[in-house]
């Protein structure tokens, strides 16, 4: 899937093309968190992170973008763009 690295440089996190995305700490090179989204399409899907490291944005298959709270991992709010771009 797709993946993004914190502007720190300390997490990486990517799209597992299963259930979500998987958070991973880059020094010890071990998984922490998976984020679930829920899954219709097995693609690729985009992530991000702020800069700020407060927010990360997932999105979806069906158009939604989720935003999670980068340090704790829970979802915030769901963006939908209602079929218009």
Do not use: C
């Not at 998987?22 to 702020?50: C, E, H």
Request: proline share 5%; glycine share 10%.
């Amino acid at each position: 899937g797709r993946t993004t690295v914190s502007s720190d440089g300390k997490v990486i996190v990517a799209s597992n093309l299963y259930d979500g995305f998987d958070m991973y700490d880059i020094a010890s090179r071990g998984w922490f968190k998976t984020l679930v989204t829920p899954i219709t399409q097995n693609v690729p899907l985009p992530v991000l992170i702020t800069h700020d490291l407060e927010e990360l944005f997932a999105g979806s298959p069906s158009g939604h973008v989720r935003v999670y709270d980068f340090a704790s991992g829970e979802e915030e709010l769901i963006l939908d763009h209602h079929g218009q771009y």
